[in-house]
């Protein structure tokens, strides 16, 4: 239940930053105000160039400070609410509060093999979409006349030449921006030109994830938090529930140790994945995706990608994604291309060809791993060589800090701290096993794992001198080491 209503429609949403080409044009007075509809051809024009993606009050209604949020999610009217829905379901995992179409079967779960989609259960249906955008007095015919019909759990590639209307294409399908003329239903919804803007907001938070190209995170807000406001606007969680889930979320992006940093203290890449673990905290039906991994180094497009894997095979989540990435589209079921705002041709991918995309994508992980795992065991050997030289010498060195997650610095802070192990939040494991569902909700007490490979003490022990064991820092790392393999 959305905490208040939209106050304007949302400004359309553009991939691209033209505000270079256009930065001697000042700002239009008008265009603070945030109306996109009805505004004058000048401002539609201005906003266009101007706009990277909507911001989270214009998706969702006004989003007020999360103090409020969670001030007016915690209302008795919310908690009553809130009890019915917890009599209805046993919630001991994520997955009991879905509706039970979009559960995992069985099947699925246990394997996560490629599904065969069957074609009978339209999730987003296109008809006749036209959108026309003004510019000055002319009219840019963005869409003319978009047919199409996805399929729950199906992953869709938009593909195609620029300016092909792929982005206008995704802004419809994200009722973030109306069609001239056509109309859609999405999860049952129909979409007509007149529907209520507040309808649209209760679709977008409730039924749809959107991981657009700088889709700002709130900067006064940590990556928890901004992970956990969708859910305080849906209302349907408790708060221990939402910070369970959005922990879970982030640990699924690999960000379990970067819970409480702000955006500005977050990198580019660890930026986009916080947008990811927002878009996938709520349990949208449909995901919207535009260049979901642009901003990814290599390692973390692995990782991005598998777990999107994971919950498109597993969670039966429908994916409209937008990329020029030809590596990228191998992964969904079906390609669109684009041109002049039409559907030029649509291309399915043989289940062939996904499966080795997706044998592909594991065998460069495993091949990361094995790079960290090399690169960690490098790292050992220079830290013990350190450690046993200043051993004799007082209080020796301290042990070091070795992050070895992939993507990750070397020295993250808050990483643990024994020289020779390979450690991992539960959630990057996850991020890397053949079946990875969305964790259960029950808190779990904080544990650490490492990578099932030689305990840590072996690793550790097979490094140094049998004398050295119990001396010094070498002792301690190695007590440390063994402490660890207990709590595995
Ligand atoms: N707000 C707008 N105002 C005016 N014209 C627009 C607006 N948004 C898009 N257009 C125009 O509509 C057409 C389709 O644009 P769109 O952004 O949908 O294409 P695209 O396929 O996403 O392109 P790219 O791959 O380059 O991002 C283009 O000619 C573009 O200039």
Not at 308 to 313: I, Q
Request: with cysteine; aromatic share 4%.
């Amino acid at each position: 239940m959305p905490v208040s209503p939209p106050s304007a429609p949302p400004m359309p949403y553009t991939r691209h930053t033209y505000s270079q080409s256009f930065s001697a044009a000042p700002p239009p007075a008008s265009s603070s105000s945030g109306g996109g509809a009805g505004s004058s051809s000048r401002d539609i024009s201005y906003q266009h160039h101007q706009r990277q993606a909507p911001s989270m009050s214009e998706l969702y209604g006004n989003v007020p400070s999360l103090e409020a949020v969670i001030a007016a999610a915690s209302a008795s009217s919310l908690r009553d609410a809130h009890q019915a829905h917890r009599k209805k379901a046993s919630r001991s995992t994520l997955e009991s509060i879905l509706p039970p179409k979009f559960r995992r079967s069985q099947s699925m779960a246990s394997t996560g093999t490629l599904k065969k989609l069957v074609p009978t259960d339209p999730i987003v249906v296109l008809r006749n979409i036209h959108k026309t955008y003004l510019l000055g007095l002319e009219g840019v015919a963005a869409l003319r006349g978009v047919s199409l019909s996805i399929q729950r759990g199906e992953w869709v590639a938009i593909y195609g030449t620029s300016g092909g209307g792929k982005t206008s294409l995704l802004n419809i399908v994200g009722t973030i921006d109306k069609p001239t003329k056509g109309d859609l239903t999405i999860c049952d919804t129909v979409i007509t030109p007149n529907t209520k803007d507040e309808v649209l907001a209760a679709l977008r938070l409730t039924k749809l994830g959107f991981v657009f190209q700088s889709f700002n995170l709130i900067s006064s807000m940590t990556a928890l938090e901004n992970v956990e406001l969708p859910m305080v606007l849906k209302g349907e969680l408790t708060a221990s529930e939402r910070k369970t889930r959005a922990v879970a979320s982030l640990q699924r992006v690999g960000l379990g140790h970067r819970l409480h940093h702000f955006p500005s203290k977050l990198s580019g890449g660890e930026q986009q994945r916080v947008t990811i673990a927002r878009a996938i905290a709520n349990l949208p039906e449909v995901l919207l995706l535009d260049e979901p991994t642009g901003d990814l180094d290599t390692q973390n497009t692995l990782r991005i990608l598998h777990l999107l894997h994971s919950l498109n095979v597993e969670q039966h989540m429908t994916f409209i994604m937008v990329t020029h990435d030809v590596y990228l589209k191998n992964f969904a079921h079906r390609v669109v291309y684009m041109r002049d705002g039409k559907i030029h041709r649509v291309e399915m991918t043989r289940s062939q060809k996904r499966k080795d995309a997706l044998e592909e994508l594991e065998a460069k992980i495993a091949e990361h791993e094995g790079r960290t795992s090399v690169r960690a065991t490098q790292e050992t050997a220079r830290t013990e060589e350190t450690l046993l030289h200043s051993s004799g010498g007082g209080g020796g060195a301290a042990p070091r800090t070795i992050g070895t997650v992939a993507g990750e610095s070397a020295h993250a802070p808050g990483r643990f701290v024994s020289a020779a192990t390979e450690v991992r939040e539960p959630g990057d494991y996850a991020t890397y096993s053949t079946s990875c569902g969305i964790p259960a909700i029950t808190p779990e007490p904080p544990t650490r794992m490492m990578m099932p490979h030689a305990s840590s003490r072996d690793k550790l022990a097979a490094t140094l001198p049998e004398q050295q064991i119990d001396r010094g820092d070498a002792g301690r790392i190695l007590r440390t080491a063994e402490a660890i393999d207990q709590m595995v």
